[in-house]
């Protein structure tokens, strides 16, 4: 078991740009989510897979956000025309089952400048 | 809506002084109570679930409780590498994805 990996671990990037981040969950783990936390505050729930199906997606997803997930393994999370207020870190979750605990990898550090 | 409110915002301690946590949450059917430890530049690390009311969970200088209303995260005889942020969450009943609701956490500094 290694763990959530997420890469990259920082990214800077000017406002306009497309910047796309991605998740490596456990592997027996089939739920998948992505959460996003400003400085000073808890995390705030995204958007959610169950294998490759994204069941469940926050109002605070703009239409300028979109994550895959093919082949319910690996997940991407991509940021179009980037803006000052996208700047944050974007966590990844997995889990089990219904029963279990979501496992956080250490996230994407993203500045837009 | 669901909502958690974590109190104090930040505290300081002296080693070995002990303390609580308090997580405030209103929730239309709590299905768990989470805790999580956050160290700086890294991810939520997960510590105890709670479902119902009178449960307490501990893992060595800590001790999760739980009512209708609130838990509490206890922390005896703190050590400085207790210092972290502590994030309180709930799971509602009927959420088909299981997502967490967070508090804003409580930064807990510890000195030697």
């Known amino acids: 078991d290694t763990g959530v990996s997420q890469n990259p671990r920082h990214k800077i990037t000017k406002r306009g740009q497309n910047v796309t981040f991605r998740c490596d969950p456990i592997s027996e783990h089939n739920r998948l989510y992505w959460y996003r936390q400003t400085l000073g505050q808890g995390p705030e729930f995204l958007t959610y897979?169950?294998?490759?199906?994204?069941?469940?997606k926050s109002r605070l997803l703009s239409d300028r956000f979109s994550a895959e997930r093919p082949k319910g393994s690996f997940s991407t999370l991509e940021i179009q025309r980037t803006e000052q207020g996208d700047s944050a870190m974007y966590l990844c979750a997995s889990s089990y089952d219904p029963n279990s605990p979501l496992h956080f990898g250490n996230g994407t550090r993203l500045t837009v400048t | 809506e669901d909502q958690v409110t974590q109190s104090p915002e930040a505290l300081r301690l002296q080693e070995g002084e002990s303390s609580s946590l308090n997580c405030s949450y209103t929730?239309?059917?709590?299905?768990?109570l989470f805790w999580y430890r956050q160290d700086p530049g890294k991810g939520p690390e997960f510590l105890f679930t709670?479902?119902?009311a009178g449960e307490e969970k501990e893992k060595e200088r800590l001790k999760a409780t739980l009512t209708k209303k609130e838990s509490f995260l206890h922390i005896t005889a703190p050590k400085p590498e207790d210092s972290a942020t502590y994030l309180c969450a709930v799971q509602a009943w009927g959420n088909a994805g299981n997502m967490l609701t967070f508090g804003g956490g409580t930064r807990l500094m510890v000195k030697p």
């Open positions: 929730v239309s059917g709590l299905r768990g």
């Open positions: 897979f169950q294998n490759e199906a994204q069941l469940e």
């Open positions: 709670l479902y119902s």
